[in-house]
Structure formats: structure tokens, C-alpha cells
T-cell receptor, first 111, second 110 residues
Framework: GENVEQHPSTLSVQEGDSAVIKCTYSDSASNYFPWYKQELGKGPQLIIDIRSNVGEKKDQRIAVTLNKTAKHFSLHITETQPEDSAVYFC??????????FGTGTRLKVLA | KAGVTQTPRYLIKTRGQQVTLSCSPISGHRSVSWYQQTPGQGLQFLFE???????NKGNFPGRFSGRQFSNSRSEMNVSTLELGDSALYLC?????????FGEGSRLTVL
């Protein structure tokens, strides 16, 4: 069935270093790949997304890459800051009104 | 615009009881979806509604149901609660592909 695998489940980095989170999806019909950030006690919030006709997208310190052939997409955060500490979820959407989410990555940025 | 509002934020129930959760989407958004969030499982899709019609449903037992009203507000109901139903239930309204989540309703089943 439809599935999104996300790794790692936890990630600790020093402030200023880069962080990379990777996801793999199973449904080849997926055409939209958003990333959500969830802070403690809050709902997930969209931070960046990419559509299947694009290989890379960047927004200031965050970027997402997509490899449709391998069904991989990744989130890159550069120059990490303490406020980047949160849980990050990747998701895949194939036009059936439901998003398939990964299991989340808890990112800790150490000052 | 006000965000997605979910009520109640916290609730405690016992096994066998039922619960109803409410969600008010962002004004003008007609699509509302529900997700169950548990540690280690991420967000699991429950159902999605648009203009009072359920357009898709996830792999949950029939004890989980939902509905949407003409003003786009939505409710979900869980009957005959089980311990494993303890979770954060998130509602999201959708526009142009983006999901806007509420802060969730945290259900604890004892």
C-alpha cells in the first residue's frame, strides 16, 4: 500500500551545522511533496514543498530535493539555529485527497 | 483570518465511552481532513470532507466516523473507545494543496 519512510527518527546537530532528513515514497502517482514542522503543543505547519516537475526548491536556509526515479526526497536545513528544534514530517500526495505522512524526525539543535 | 480551531483541546474518557471532536476550518476553506497522531506512527489519515461529502477515508474501523456541515465545520466521532485510541487528533483545512492544521484535540482513554 501507500507508504512514506522517513529517516532518521531523531537527529542532533550543533548550532550552525546542517541537517538532512530523507524520505522515500511508494506511490508512483505522488506528485506533491510538502514538509511540515511541528513545535511542541502546536499543529504541523508547512515550511516548504515541491511538486513533481521540479528537482529542487530553496527558501532561505531550507531546501528540498526530489528524485522521482528513486522516489526519494530530502529536506536540507543549513546554518541551524535553536529555533529549528522541532519535529519534522515529510508527506506525499497523489491527488486522492489524502496525504501520506512519514513518521517524523525529532531535530535537536544544540547551542 | 483566524486559523483552524479545534475543540476540546484536551479530554479524558474511559473505555467504552464515545467522544465527539469539533473543527472549524479557516474561513472560506471548504475541505476539511482529520488525522490521528501517535508517537512513532506519524500522522494517519482518517477522512476528508468537501461540501458535506466524504471524498476519502483511511484504514480505520467503523467506530471512527465524521461529518461536515453546510458551514464547513466538521465533527468526528469515535464510539466504543479503546485504550489504543489515545492520540492527538488533528484537523486541517486545505487550500491550493496546502494543509493548515489546528492545534489538535488530545484524547486520553483510561
Amino acid at each position: 500500500g501507500e507508504n512514506v519512510e522517513q529517516h532518521p527518527s531523531t537527529l542532533s546537530v550543533q548550532e550552525g551545522d546542517s541537517a538532512v532528513i530523507k524520505c522515500t515514497y511508494s506511490d508512483s502517482a505522488s506528485n506533491y511533496f510538502p514538509w511540515y514542522k511541528q513545535e511542541l503543543g502546536k499543529g504541523p505547519q508547512l515550511i516548504i514543498d515541491i511538486r513533481s516537475n521540479v528537482g529542487e526548491k530553496k527558501d532561505q536556509r531550507i531546501a528540498v530535493t526530489l528524485n522521482k526515479t528513486a522516489k526519494h526526497f530530502s529536506l536540507h536545513i543549513t546554518e541551524t539555529q535553536p529555533e529549528d528544534s522541532a519535529v519534522y514530517f515529510c508527506a506525499a500526495y497523489s491527488g486522492t485527497y489524502k496525504y501520506i505522512f512519514g513518521t517524523g524526525t525529532r531535530l535537536k539543535v544544540l547551542a | 483570518k483566524a486559523g483552524v480551531t479545534q475543540t476540546p483541546r484536551y479530554l479524558i474518557k474511559t473505555r467504552g465511552q464515545q467522544v465527539t471532536l469539533s473543527c472549524s476550518p479557516i474561513s472560506g476553506h471548504r475541505s476539511v481532513s482529520w488525522y490521528q497522531q501517535t508517537p512513532g506512527q506519524g500522522l494517519q489519515f482518517l477522512f476528508e470532507y468537501f461540501s458535506e461529502t466524504q471524498r476519502n477515508k483511511g484504514n480505520f474501523p467503523g467506530r471512527f466516523s465524521g461529518r461536515q456541515f453546510s458551514n464547513s465545520r466538521s465533527e468526528m466521532n469515535v464510539s466504543t473507545l479503546e485504550l489504543g485510541d489515545s492520540a492527538l487528533y488533528l484537523c486541517a483545512s486545505r487550500e491550493s494543496g496546502e494543509l493548515f492544521f489546528g492545534e489538535g484535540s488530545r484524547l486520553t482513554v483510561l
